[in-house]
């Protein structure tokens, strides 16, 4: 995450990355907490991936429900 981060403040929005482009929409579970659920949604949105607010819309949960 933090590399992550690094790069998109070193190259802006030049910087793509898409692991989760293409693995559909992901809901994160309230439950997460290692790590925690807003450091999880940031890095699927960094890496290009489509979150939901529901687990019923989601291709992907991540963690219990």
């Known amino acids: 995450l ?3 981060r690094l790069k ?4 802006g929005k030049l910087y793509q990355c898409d692991v ?3 693995a559909g929409s992901m ?4 439950s ?3 790590p925690s ?3 999880l949604k940031e ?6 991936g489509r979150l939901v607010d529901s687990s019923r ?3 992907l949960i991540i963690g219990p429900v």
Request: proline fraction near 0%.
């Open 57 to 59: 819309k989601a291709s």
């Open 32 to 34: 997460c907490t290692q």
């Open 8 to 11: 998109r403040q070193k190259y």
């Open 20 to 22: 989760f482009e293409k």
């Open 2 to 4: 933090q590399e992550n």
């Open 37 to 39: 659920v807003d450091d």
């Open 43 to 48: 890095l699927i949105v960094l890496a290009g």
């Open 27 to 30: 809901y994160v579970s309230k």
